[in-house]
Nanobody
Framework: QVQLVESGGGSAQPGTSLRLSCAAS????????IGWFRQAPGKEREGVSC??????GTYYADSVKGRFAISRDKNTVYLQMYSLKPEDPAVYYC???????????????????WGRGTQVTVSS
């Protein structure tokens, strides 16, 4: 069974940084795409950033371009979040999919395996 475990969430001040980790414990990340998604109260789940392990392709939502960086080290995927803004708070989920081709490969509907999420809060 595919298991993904997020960590690294918490509270941060605006303008500071947090790093989220997504560890795959029961499978190898080779040939998967791993995505970070977030959902704030009352809002739809949003694709934040994804990485495709086959070619190291990446995707970033416009709202985080230049501020967030996704990376992979063996079986862990990281989301480094810089310059946190008041609109970034949400529960952040990581997820995995085999379906890595096509223009919408970072759409949450493609992702089959999900972690439980980690809360990110931004406040001064």
């Amino acid at each position: 069974q595919v298991q993904l475990v997020e960590s690294g969430g918490g509270s941060a001040q605006p303008g500071t940084s947090l790093r989220l980790s997504c560890a795959a414990s029961t499978f190898t990340l080779d040939y998967y795409a791993i995505g970070w998604f977030r959902q704030a109260p009352g809002k739809e789940r949003e694709g934040v950033s994804c990485i495709r392990t086959s070619d190291s392709g990446t995707y970033y939502a416009d709202s985080v371009k230049g501020r967030f960086a996704i990376s992979r080290d063996k079986n862990t995927v990281y989301l480094q979040m810089y310059s946190l803004k008041p609109e970034d708070p949400a529960v952040y989920y990581c997820a995995a999919t085999w379906r890595t081709s096509g223009g919408d490969w970072c759409s949450h509907v493609r992702y089959d395996f999900w972690g439980r999420g980690t809360q990110v809060t931004v406040s001064s």
